[in-house]
């Protein structure tokens, strides 16, 4: 079965600091990964996905991600932080049989400070 | 096209109430889903819908959870008898059949509370 783990349900950084979200993923099969944020209250905006194109995936917002196979990883990168970064970010599996669902990690809270 | 849209945003229910939740999805999308998200978690999958036909439901949805989408349109998700643990975001998505790596677009969801 598919299955996605975030390291970390809490991120602190400064304005202007490297963000790091971390997703390691379980897969039998090449898989097709995505990360979504979530404001306050609001549903998920999807800022990237990965389709077995580019290993590196740039997304929205000054996001990107690297696959890395050998590692099962999946990370969530931004050089420098924003104020406007803080919110609630999730990393998925599609689950390529069947209903094609989404599986989602646990989420990572990301809090940036002044 | 707006994207996917829900309808309450916020319910407050008393516990044994039957709460209805409507979500119309992109107009285009053939495939439309819905999961639930408990405060602190991720969303869980719930149950999917192709056209009309839905095609798989979770086990976490109890028999007293019910979803229709009548027309392959809009689709709406009934719990009978609410319970306190129902309390939730529930969202729905929507996605293109034949999108090979199903990139689903989600709604803004409806905050249930159940008192």
């Known amino acids: 079965a598919q299955s996605v783990t975030q390291l970390g349900s809490h991120v602190s950084v400064s304005e202007g600091a490297l963000v790091l979200l971390r997703c390691n993923y379980s897969?039998?099969?090449?898989?097709?990964l995505f990360w979504y944020v979530q404001y306050p209250n609001q549903g998920l905006q999807l800022l990237l996905k990965?389709?077995?194109?580019?290993?590196l995936v740039k997304g929205i917002n000054g996001f990107e991600a690297e696959f890395k196979k050998s590692e099962t990883s999946f990370h969530l990168t931004k050089p420098s932080a924003h104020m406007s970064d803080a919110a609630e970010y999730f990393c998925?599996?599609?689950?390529?049989?069947?209903?094609?669902?989404?599986?989602f990690g646990q989420g990572t809270r990301l809090t940036i400070n002044p | 096209d707006t994207g996917v849209s829900q309808d309450p945003r916020h319910k407050i229910t008393k516990r044994g109430q039957n709460v209805t939740f409507r979500c119309d999805p992109i107009?285009?999308?053939?495939?439309l889903y819905w999961y639930r998200q408990t405060l602190g978690q991720g969303p869980e999958f719930l149950t999917y819908?192709?056209?009309?036909?839905?095609?798989?439901k979770s086990r976490l949805l109890s028999d007293r959870f019910s979803a229709e989408r009548p027309k392959g349109s809009f689709s709406t998700l009934e719990i009978q008898r609410t319970e306190q643990g129902d309390s939730a975001m529930y969202l729905c998505?929507?996605?293109?059949?034949?999108?090979?790596?199903?990139?689903?677009?989600f709604g803004p969801g409806t905050r249930l509370t159940v008192l």
């Open positions: 998505a929507s996605s293109l059949a034949w999108d090979f790596y199903n990139e689903q677009f």
């Open positions: 897969s039998s099969v090449p898989p097709y």
């Open positions: 990965y389709t077995s194109a580019a290993t």
């Open positions: 998925a599996v599609s689950v390529m049989k069947g209903a094609q669902k989404l599986v």
């Open positions: 107009s285009e999308h053939n495939r």
């Open positions: 819908f192709q056209n009309e036909a839905q095609l798989e």
